[in-house]
């Protein structure tokens, strides 16, 4: 399948020339003009999850540091800023943006289209793409399939079930699972792990109706049964 490729520019030329060079290259790209249509892009389940951001450091609603902060809290979907000013690159460079490469404007379409293989080889080479029979789990592109099917999922339910594909068998209390899945949420009950179970139970049970992997021990907790 082609690897979707998110560009965030205002500036329209910039964009189309980078676009056609993706296409030519067999890239899927996808391209906003602001930060905020950016995150909503990133957030909507409707969107093809892009495997790279390639992110406009000046755009007119937000600047392209201030999207990948936010972006951060919920992706990890790999960012190569584009800058026109040496002073942003200081700043790219020297802060701990989350950003994994940068190019400078202006640019080489072919440049910056071989910037973006180098980065998906090296996420690729750091997360190996896990398999349990059932389950696809693809970290660098924050990605699940179930029995071939790409799985739409929430950020939670996303992390709920790759915290338990990574070890299958493994029966996690509630409370670990609170721990490792809602880091950074101030208040999570016991019954929101139960709801986000359920909620990832029905959408597995979508795709297969005669599997159930996740198995709940009574009083104690949830693992996931591998194939
Ligand atoms: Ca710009």
């Known amino acids: 399948m082609e690897k979707s490729i998110l560009i965030v520019e205002d500036e329209t030329a910039i964009a189309d020339t980078l676009a056609y060079a993706l296409t030519t ?9 602001l930060g905020q249509a950016a995150l909503d892009f990133l957030r909507s389940a409707e969107s093809p999850r892009p495997a790279l951001i390639v992110l406009d450091v000046g755009l007119p609603d937000m600047s392209g540091f201030e999207v990948c902060r936010r972006l951060r809290q919920f ?20 802060l701990e943006i989350g950003a994994d490469d940068y190019v ?38 924050g990605r699940v399939s179930y029995y071939g099917q790409n ?10 079930l790759k915290t338990m594909i990574d070890r299958p068998g493994h029966l996690f209390s509630r409370a ?52």
């Open 25 to 33: 290259d067999g890239f899927s790209p996808h391209h906003v003009t």
């Open 75 to 94: 992706s990890d979907t790999p960012v190569i800023f584009l800058t026109a000013r040496s002073d942003e690159i200081d700043r790219i460079v020297g």
């Open 104 to 141: 400078t404007k202006p640019f080489s379409p072919r440049e910056l289209v071989a910037r973006i293989r180098a980065v998906l080889r090296r996420l690729q080479a750091n997360n190996p793409v896990t398999a349990i029979t059932q389950f696809e789990l693809r970290t660098d592109e």
């Open 151 to 160: 799985l739409l999922l929430t950020r939670y339910e996303y992390l709920l």
């Open 176 to 227: 670990q699972l609170m721990d490792l899945v809602w880091t950074n949420a101030p208040e999570t009950l016991e019954r929101t792990v139960d709801a986000h179970v359920k909620a990832l139970r029905a959408k597995l049970r979508l795709i297969n109706s005669e599997d159930d992997p996740i198995q709940t021990h009574r009083g104690m907790g949830y693992s996931l049964v591998a194939k």
